[in-house]
C-alpha cells in the first residue's frame, strides 16, 4: 500500500543545533513532495515543495530538504533551530492526485 | 488579503446531533478539500470538490456530507452517523487537484459531548 512514514514522533533539540527530520514513502514513481509546518490550533503552512529538477529544495524560514530517489526520502533539514520553531511537521506526498500526509513530527527547541 | 478562513474555531455539540462547519476561500481556487486531524494520526481526507457543484469522497466520508453550491464555500455537515466526530478539521484549497499545491485554514475544533 502506499504511504508516508515519518519515524520520528518526537525531537527534542538545543536552540542553535541542526535539524533533521525524516521522510520516506512508497510509491513506484517519484510523486511530488510536500512539508508542512503546523503551530498548536492553527492550520498548516507550507514549508517546500519538490516537483523535479534540482534534488535540494529551499524554503521559507530557513528550511531545506533534499530529496533522495534512490532511498525514497525527503527529509527536511535547518541548519541553526530558533525556537519559534518548535512545533509539528508534516511530511506529505501526492502521487498521481491522492495526496497523503504522514502522522507528523512534533519538534520541541530547548532553550 | 487573501486566504481561507474557517469557522467557528471551536465547536462544542451534544450527541445525537448535525452540526456545519464552514469554509471560505477567496483565493479563485477551483479545488477544494476537508481534512480530519486526530493525534498521532496526521490528516486524513473526508471529501474533496474539483469544481462547483461537484464532490468526491476521501477515505473516512462515512458520517459526512459536504455541499459545493458557490466556489468561493465548501462546508462541512458532520451527522449524527459518524461514530467518533470529536477531532480537528482543516479545509483546504487549491488552484486544482494534483499538484497544485494546497493551502489550509485555521482549522475548527469539534467537541461532541
Known amino acids: 500500500a502506499q504511504s508516508v512514514t515519518q519515524p520520528d514522533i518526537h525531537i527534542t533539540v538545543s536552540e542553535g543545533a541542526s535539524l533533521e527530520l525524516r521522510c520516506n514513502y512508497s510509491?513506484?514513481?517519484?510523486?511530488?513532495l510536500f512539508w508542512y509546518v503546523q503551530s498548536p490550533g492553527q492550520g498548516l503552512q507550507l514549508l517546500l515543495k519538490?516537483?523535479?529538477?534540482?534534488?535540494l529544495v529551499q524554503g521559507i524560514k530557513g528550511f531545506e530538504a533534499e530529496f533522495k530517489r534512490s532511498q525514497s526520502s525527503f527529509n527536511l533539514r535547518k541548519p541553526s533551530v530558533h525556537w519559534s520553531d518548535a512545533a509539528e511537521y508534516f511530511c506529505?506526498?501526492?502521487?498521481?492526485?491522492?495526496?497523503?500526509f504522514g502522522a507528523g513530527t512534533r519538534l520541541t527547541v530547548k532553550p | 488579503d487573501g486566504g481561507i478562513t474557517q469557522s467557528p474555531k471551536y465547536l462544542f455539540r451534544k450527541e445525537g446531533q448535525n452540526v456545519t462547519l464552514s469554509c471560505e476561500q477567496n483565493?479563485?481556487?477551483?479545488?477544494m478539500y476537508w481534512y480530519r486531524q486526530d493525534p498521532g494520526q496526521g490528516l486524513r481526507l473526508i471529501y474533496y470538490?474539483?469544481?462547483?457543484?461537484?464532490?468526491q469522497k476521501g477515505d473516512i466520508a462515512e458520517g459526512y456530507s459536504v455541499s459545493r453550491e458557490k466556489k468561493e464555500s465548501f462546508p462541512l455537515t458532520v451527522t449524527s452517523a459518524q461514530k467518533n466526530p470529536t477531532a480537528f478539521y482543516l479545509c483546504?484549497?487549491?488552484?486544482?487537484?494534483?499538484?497544485?499545491?494546497?493551502?489550509f485554514g485555521p482549522g475548527t475544533r469539534l467537541t461532541v459531548l
Open positions: 470538490s474539483q469544481i462547483v457543484n461537484d464532490f
Open positions: 483546504a484549497s487549491s488552484t486544482g487537484v494534483g499538484t497544485d499545491t494546497q493551502y
Open positions: 510509491y513506484g514513481a517519484t510523486p511530488y
Open positions: 519538490y516537483f523535479s529538477g534540482d534534488t
Open positions: 483565493l479563485n481556487h477551483d479545488a
Open positions: 506529505a506526498v501526492d502521487n498521481n492526485n491522492d495526496m497523503r
